[in-house]
């Protein structure tokens, strides 16, 4: 079955879908996204996603292009067309076609995208052996909690992780300590047993998946805590892990070259991973 794509009101084969040279996501990166995960044939998260997105909308101040009871709909509708399993949902959106020119344009007319791609689940490999990180300088700018499509930064940090043969690259501030992953959230379970993860502020994205873990975290009775922790302090973690809408919880048993805790997934990573797939098909999922 060939894939369907949803740009601006219509859906178009995949292979024709485009927009206009100057379309300002193009041109500057003027635009934002998000990814829902599709699992079991349901949308996962779909408001905590569409919250995010109106927020990143309204930081930017990029009009809604599509209402979201209409968006909603387009979703799953592409969904229906693309249909498969386990995916994602691609939704981007961007200030619009202008005359090139830095500042907002008067009169374009914001633009909106959804394509759906299937994707396997996260290996039971990676689940049962973990993941390699490996540390870089957080190079980003002062706004990383808007999910925009600039992503070159994080573009460059995967693709060294890539390199060295590492699933992801934990990006690391000023002070020596870890903001986020290239694309996930970073957490690590102290020697003293604590769970932590940085705070939410100007310098991660706020997870989807950090806040629906956060919330199985509380309802496991788990101690967490949430502040920034060194890079320093990571290697010596008992538990390293991460999470985002496409890798859910994935244990972490490598930084650079330290091996954390036996080199092995700790039990509240995979605790929490099977917290999580529970959660997925359950209480954050809709039809
Ligand atoms: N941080 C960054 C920089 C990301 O790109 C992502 C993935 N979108 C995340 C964190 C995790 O967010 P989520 O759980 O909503 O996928």
């Given at each position: 079955?060939?894939?369907?794509?949803?740009?601006n009101?219509?859906?178009?084969?995949?292979?024709q879908?485009?927009?206009h040279?100057?379309?300002?996501?193009y041109?500057?990166?003027?635009?934002?996204?998000?990814?829902?995960?599709?699992?079991?044939?349901?949308?996962?998260?779909?408001e905590p996603?569409?919250?995010?997105?109106?927020?990143?909308?309204?930081?930017?101040?990029?009009?809604?292009?599509?209402?979201r009871?209409?968006?909603?709909?387009?979703?799953?509708?592409?969904?229906?067309r693309?249909y498969?399993?386990?995916?994602?949902?691609?939704?981007?959106?961007?200030?619009?076609?202008?005359?090139?020119?830095?500042?907002?344009?008067?009169?374009?007319?914001?633009?909106?995208?959804?394509?759906?791609?299937?994707?396997?689940?996260?290996?039971?490999?990676?689940?049962?052996?973990?993941?390699?990180?490996?540390?870089?300088?957080?190079?980003?700018?002062?706004r990383?909690?808007?999910?925009?499509?600039s992503?070159?930064?994080?573009v460059?940090?995967?693709?060294?992780?890539?390199e060295?043969?590492?699933?992801?690259a934990?990006?690391?501030?000023?002070?020596?300590?870890?903001?986020?992953?290239?694309?996930?959230?970073?957490?690590?379970?102290?020697?003293?047993?604590?769970l932590?993860?940085?705070?939410?502020?100007?310098?991660?994205?706020?997870?989807?998946?950090?806040?629906?873990?956060?919330?199985?975290?509380?309802?496991?009775?788990?101690?967490?805590?949430?502040?920034?922790?060194?890079?320093?302090?990571?290697?010596?973690?008992?538990?390293?892990?991460?999470t985002?809408?496409?890798?859910?919880?994935?244990?972490?048993?490598?930084?650079?070259?330290?091996?954390?805790?036996?080199?092995?997934?700790?039990?509240?990573a995979?605790?929490?991973?099977?917290?999580y797939?529970?959660?997925?098909?359950g209480?954050g999922?809709?039809?």
């Amino acid at each position: 079955m060939s894939r369907i794509a949803y740009v601006n009101g219509r859906y178009v084969p995949h292979r024709q879908a485009s927009v206009h040279v100057e379309d300002r996501g193009y041109q500057f990166a003027d635009g934002v996204y998000e990814v829902v995960p599709v699992v079991d044939d349901l949308l996962v998260d779909e408001e905590p996603h569409l919250d995010r997105l109106d927020r990143s909308l309204r930081e930017l101040r990029i009009a809604w292009p599509i209402r979201r009871a209409a968006l909603k709909i387009a979703m799953r509708e592409v969904l229906r067309r693309n249909y498969f399993q386990h995916g994602i949902i691609y939704i981007q959106m961007t200030r619009g076609v202008a005359r090139r020119d830095h500042p907002f344009p008067k009169l374009a007319q914001p633009a909106v995208v959804i394509t759906a791609a299937r994707r396997p689940r996260p290996g039971a490999a990676m689940m049962e052996d973990g993941v390699k990180v490996i540390s870089v300088p957080d190079i980003r700018w002062g706004r990383c909690d808007i999910k925009t499509v600039s992503l070159l930064p994080n573009v460059l940090a995967k693709q060294q992780a890539r390199e060295a043969g590492a699933y992801e690259a934990w990006l690391v501030d000023e002070d020596g300590n870890v903001t986020e992953g290239g694309s996930s959230n970073a957490w690590i379970v102290t020697r003293e047993g604590e769970l932590v993860t940085r705070p939410s502020g100007h310098e991660i994205l706020s997870g989807i998946t950090r806040r629906s873990v956060l919330q199985l975290v509380r309802e496991e009775g788990l101690d967490f805590v949430e502040r920034p922790f060194s890079l320093e302090e990571a290697k010596r973690a008992r538990e390293a892990f991460v999470t985002s809408a496409t890798s859910y919880v994935t244990p972490v048993v490598e930084i650079d070259e330290a091996v954390v805790g036996n080199g092995k997934p700790g039990s509240i990573a995979q605790k929490l991973y099977a917290a999580y797939r529970g959660y997925m098909t359950g209480a954050g999922a809709t039809r």
